[in-house]
T-cell receptor, first 115, second 116 residues
Framework: DAGVTQSPTHLIKTRGQQVTLRCSPK?????VSWYQQALGQGPQFIFQ???????QRGNFPDRFSGHQFPNYSSELNVNALLLGDSALYLC??????????????FGEGSRLTVL | DQQVKQNSPSLSVQEGRISILNCDYT??????FLWYKKYPAEGPTFLIS?????DKNEDGRFTVFLNKSAKHLSLHIVPSQPGDSAVYFC???????????????FGQGTELSVKP
């Protein structure tokens, strides 16, 4: 049973460029969330997708956008990259339900470096 | 505004002893708390959770205690093992048992080192 997979694992971009990160959720999961983890910090919630719609959003500018596909996979897009966007981007999947405890399954992350 | 705080960036304990990791929160609307463990080059993995209607939850060597009046929770690991060495994140959510998952507020993490 494949867990959450993310690609690419590492990438380097320059300021002003755009980046797309990809995520496939754990089998059976239909909700995908994205988190940004800066060095020495805990993950910060970016947004959540369910049924191909953005359902919740954290305190991130509009430069951060996303998409969920019918197969539940998801993309995170960041435009006009800034040096401060350098971070580990984590994708997490889950499934809604009455017994959902908020337990998320995380991928290994995509390490973005902006020069 | 740091709603979930882990004030100890690191902790070092001897193998076999107890490890106690602490976490404080400010938002009284949080009603579900979780601990995640993260090894280098891996994503965080769920460890244990507790609902605000409880004050203790145990799972093997791991116990989480919740003090709602103090807005404080702690993770106890007994006995500590070298394989427990990792970064531990405390997280909170405010949607209770009907949470669809996804919006967790994380602390900054505590790096635990268990010495043989």
């Amino acid at each position: 049973d494949a867990g959450v997979t993310q690609s690419p694992t590492h990438l380097i971009k320059t300021r002003g460029q755009q980046v797309t990160l990809r995520c496939s959720p754990k089998s059976g999961h239909d909700t995908v969330s994205w988190y940004q983890q800066a060095l020495g910090q805990g993950p910060q919630f970016i947004f959540q997708y369910y049924e191909e719609e953005e359902r919740q959003r954290g305190n991130f500018p509009d430069r951060f956008s996303g998409h969920q596909f019918p197969n539940y996979s998801s993309e995170l897009n960041v435009n006009a990259l800034l040096l401060g966007d350098s971070a580990l981007y984590l994708c997490a999947s889950s499934t809604p339900g009455l017994d959902n405890t908020g337990e998320l399954f995380f991928g290994e992350g995509s390490r973005l470096t902006v020069l | 505004d740091q709603q979930v705080k882990q004030n100890s960036p690191s902790l070092s304990v001897q193998e076999g002893r107890i490890s106690i990791l602490n976490c404080d929160y400010t938002n009284s609307m949080f009603d579900y708390f979780l601990w995640y463990k993260k090894y280098p080059a891996e994503g965080p993995t769920f460890l244990i959770s507790i609902s605000s209607i409880k004050d203790k939850n145990e799972d093997g060597r791991f116990t989480v205690f919740l003090n709602k009046s103090a807005k404080h929770l702690s993770l106890h690991i007994v006995p500590s093992q070298p394989g427990d060495s990792a970064v531990y994140f405390c997280a909170a959510s405010g949607w209770g048992i009907y949470n669809q998952g996804g919006k967790l507020i994380f602390g900054q993490g505590t790096e635990l080192s268990v010495k043989p």
